[in-house]
């Protein structure tokens, strides 16, 4: 995606570096307030928070591929017993990629209590960041559960598609509004820690997260418009495209 990895990045360096006290001063007592020690501090909770930004990652790579698989799938030349077989030997290495994804997050430690610590120890928004930071193990979480949810309810249709079954070539396009849509949203999941995680409410990179979480959400309005007259149902377009404006607005803003 656009934004994950820049975007925490971008929060962490925005972190509150207090000047080096002089010489002649001891060294406070459980206080981070020298650039070396903001240096460290800021290198273990990238190293900690690394794991569920790659797990993300791999998601959203996972979510894409999934889109990939639906265009082939409903391929009109993709059909027989060679067109499921093709379709089954997927979907297991997709539930193999999946299982993978929840082992790792399974094995992923939560933000320890001394780097927690010595993080709040930088002072007030470095406290408040802390809250953005342990949100990852459930937008991790969520991120994996929504690509996991999504491959269930495709794959009866999808091994009916691969198979030649042209009213389920037909319901499997239309899905590929619904990934796309899952994409957007996990990338918003991201934005909003990257908006938790700002040292301060004023900084640029607040303003761009928030900018691009509109852009968004004015996509998945558009989306969630369209799997809706997929379905048969008659949503307001009037609505929608007001709705839609009104996110263009907050990201121009």
Request: charged letters at 25%; hydrophobic letters at 50%; one cysteine or more.
């Amino acid at each position: 995606m656009r934004f994950p990895k820049l975007v925490l990045a971008a929060a962490l360096i925005a972190a509150p570096i207090a000047a080096t006290p002089a010489a002649a001063a001891p060294p406070p007592v459980n206080k981070v307030d020298t650039e070396a020690e903001v240096r460290k501090v800021l290198g273990d909770i990238i190293a900690w928070s690394g794991g569920y930004n790659q797990l993300i990652s791999e998601s959203n790579t996972f979510t894409f591929e999934l889109i990939d698989i639906v265009g082939q799938t409903v391929d009109e030349g993709r059909t027989g017993e060679e067109g499921r077989a093709w379709m089954v030997a997927w979907l297991a290495k997709a539930d193999t990629e999946i299982a993978r994804q929840r082992a790792a997050l399974d094995a992923l430690p939560p933000l320890p209590a001394e780097l927690e610590r010595r993080y709040g120890a930088m002072g007030p928004a470095a406290v408040r960041q802390i809250d953005g930071f342990k949100t990852l193990p459930r937008i991790t979480r969520g991120v994996i559960d929504a690509s996991d949810t999504l491959l269930n309810r495709l794959r009866p249709l999808l091994i009916k598609a691969a198979s030649g079954d042209v009213e389920a070539k037909l319901a499997v396009a239309r899905q590929t509004v619904a990934g796309t849509r899952l994409a957007l949203q996990n990338e918003n999941a991201m934005l909003d820690v990257a908006i938790v995680m700002a040292n301060r409410p004023d900084h640029p990179q607040v303003a761009l997260s928030k900018a691009a979480k509109a852009a968004n959400q004015a996509c998945i309005i558009a989306l969630e418009y369209l799997e809706r007259r997929a379905a048969g149902e008659s949503p307001d377009p009037v609505a929608a495209g007001k709705a839609m404006q009104a996110q263009v607005a907050i990201g121009r803003a």
